[in-house]
């Protein structure tokens, strides 16, 4: 029968071996070292939708293009090479080039 008590005997035994977690080493797992790793909270996150629903940006892509741009003004401003570079490929660059190139229908009222 599993039970809390159960719970907290299994944990109490796998650390019987480990020393104190400490709180500042802990508190700082996943932050932004200087080694190319982020820290996710460390963006806003509304830019962020906005980025993930561009075509070409997916999982793999978007903190990268987040590290190498202030906005999505000098995102737009990039040449297709320099996307494809960023995006890590051929495809992603020309689908977000192209999008951004896109001349869009204007209605006047």
Same mark, same amino acid.
């Given at each position: 029968?599993?039970?809390?008590?159960?719970?907290?005997? *299994?944990?109490?035994?796998?650390? +019987? !071996? !480990?020393?104190?977690?400490?709180? +500042?080493?802990?508190? &700082? *797992?996943g932050q932004n070292q200087g080694?190319? &790793?982020?820290?996710? &909270?460390?963006? #806003?996150?509304?830019?962020? !939708?906005? %980025?993930?629903?561009?075509?070409? *940006? #997916?999982?793999?892509? *978007?903190?990268?293009?987040?590290? &190498?741009?202030?906005?999505?003004?000098?995102?737009?401003?990039?040449?297709?090479?320099? %996307?494809?570079?960023? %995006?890590?490929?051929?495809?992603?660059?020309?689908? %977000?080039?192209?999008?951004?190139?896109?001349?869009?229908?204007?209605?006047?009222?």
């Open positions: 029968m599993r039970s809390p008590h159960a719970a907290a005997d *299994i944990f109490a035994a796998l650390k +019987a !071996e !480990e020393p104190q977690p400490d709180g +500042a080493t802990a508190a &700082s *797992i080694d190319g &790793s982020f820290n996710e &909270s460390e963006y #806003n996150w509304e830019p962020q !939708e906005v %980025l993930r629903r561009l075509p070409g *940006i #997916n999982q793999s892509n *978007i903190y990268r293009v987040m590290r &190498s741009v202030e906005n999505l003004a000098e995102l737009a401003g990039k040449d297709e090479p320099e %996307l494809q570079r960023l %995006l890590g490929g051929k495809a992603n660059g020309t689908k %977000l080039f192209e999008f951004l190139r896109t001349t869009a229908p204007v209605s006047v009222m």
